[in-house]
């Protein structure tokens, strides 16, 4: 059985940093994508950061020069830095990963993590 699990959230006032962390298990992805998601209160999921298997990595432009995602292939887990921090930040976010297809399509991830609370105080 292959589960995601996110870890690293929390409240944190603006400007400050989180990492968090998605432990996979169950297969390996280390031939393959995985990307982190977020989803506000009210509003739909979006793309926020991917990474696929030699490290290259992608983001949304609001995250830009903030988050980092990496990957560390031995322990089959991805992790998303996320400095400077403003409220508009706050969401669950989720990690995915497996599929096929566009990597900031939440539709090509075949696996979920249950997500993590992150809040940011003005």
């Known amino acids: 059985q292959v589960q995601l699990v996110e870890s690293g959230g929390g409240l944190v006032q603006a400007g400050g940093s989180l990492r968090l962390s998605c432990a996979a298990s169950?297969?390996?992805?280390?031939?393959?994508?995985m990307g982190w998601f977020r989803q506000g209160s009210g509003e739909d999921r979006e793309f926020v950061a991917a990474?696929?298997?030699?490290?290259?990595?992608y983001y949304k432009d609001s995250v830009k020069g903030r988050f980092t995602i990496s990957r560390d292939n031995a322990k089959n887990t991805v992790y998303l830095q996320m400095n400077s921090l403003k409220p508009e930040d706050t969401a669950v976010y989720y990690c995915?990963?497996?599929?096929?297809?566009?990597?900031?399509?939440?539709?090509?991830?075949?696996?979920w993590g249950q997500g993590t609370q992150v809040t940011v105080s003005s």
């Open positions: 995915a990963a497996g599929g096929i297809g566009p990597l900031a399509n939440p539709d090509k991830y075949t696996y």
């Open positions: 990474i696929n298997w030699s490290g290259s990595s």
């Open positions: 169950g297969r390996t992805f280390r031939n393959e994508p």
